[in-house]
Nanobody
Framework: QVQLVESGGGLVQPGGSLRLSCAAS????????MGWYRQAPEKQRELVAG???????KYAEAVKGRFTISRDNAKNTVYLHMNTLKPEDTAVYYC????????WGQGTQVTVSS
């Protein structure tokens, strides 16, 4: 069973940046399409960025041009670089396969506030 551990969240001012990391166990990680998801209070979890096993990327309109997803298969890790953060980006961020098929990790809290 692949396990996912997200990290890198925190409190940042509007306009700031963060880099999230998702470490996955298991040797077949490189075969998975992966995604970063977020869930804000009282809202449904949503996909914000996805990266295929060969590196093709996609983004939700709300984050396009500000967020960049990348992966390092040698480290079994997926990253989410977030720039020009806005208060509406405040949420718990999770990674999973795209579409999600693994057990969810604990997520990492991102709070954008002055």
């Amino acid at each position: 069973q692949v396990q996912l551990v997200e990290s890198g969240g925190g409190l940042v001012q509007p306009g700031g940046s963060l880099r999230l990391s998702c470490a996955a166990s298991g040797s077949i990680f490189r075969l998975y399409d992966m995604g970063w998801y977020r869930q804000a209070p009282e809202k449904q979890r949503e996909l914000v960025a996805g990266i295929s096993s060969v590196g093709n990327t996609k983004y939700a309109e709300a984050v396009k041009g500000r967020f960049t997803i990348s992966r390092d298969n040698a480290k079994n890790t997926v990253y989410l670089h977030m720039n020009t953060l806005k208060p509406e980006d405040t949420a718990v961020y999770y990674c999973n396969r795209d579409p999600p098929r693994l057990s969810w990790g604990q997520g990492t809290q991102v709070t954008v506030s002055s």
